[in-house]
Each structure stands twice: as C-alpha cells, then as structure tokens.
C-alpha cells in the first residue's frame, strides 16, 4: 500500500505528503478526513513563497491545483488498490 501521495512543483523544491494509509478514502468519514488533510497540505505548499509574492488569485490557483493533483492521486491509489484486490480474490 501507498502510505502517503506527495506532490511537487517546480515553483517549490519539496514536496508535501498527505498520509492516506490510515484512512478508508472511499467512505464518507474518510473522505472528509482526507479533505482536512489536503486543506491542511494546501495551505503548507502554497504558503511557502516570501509573503505578499502572491496574489489571492495565484494562491487560489495554487491551492486549487495542489488539491486537483492530491485527489487525482487518491483516485489512483484507489483504482489500484481496487485491481490488486480483485487479482486476489480471482486467484482464490
């Protein structure tokens, strides 16, 4: 399993991982666990450049698109996930 989706842009040399190991991002609760924590992630990236560097609509931009690659991320995890468990019950 992927313990954590990290993103990196090459306005920003380290990237930011959110843990989604620990959480069933297919459900409701985990969906909104998962949204905390890319809110959270959002924030730290984005904020990361000298303050006032960035306009309101840059920064929306940015956090739009950190939350699009996370979520993009997740969906592939999932899919993923969802593949090998299929692989395994087909083997059974």
Known sequence: ???MLAIASGA???PVAVKVS???TSSAHGA???NERIDVAAREFC???QPGAISRLADSACMKGVR???TEGVANR???MAKARSAELAQR
């Open 47 to 49: 904020g990361r450049t």
């Open 68 to 70: 699009v690659e996370i």
């Open 22 to 24: 620990d959480i069933d």
């Open 1 to 3: 399993a992927v313990p």
């Open 32 to 34: 909104k666990i998962l």
């Open 12 to 14: 920003h040399a380290a």
């Open 78 to 80: 999932n899919a993923m």
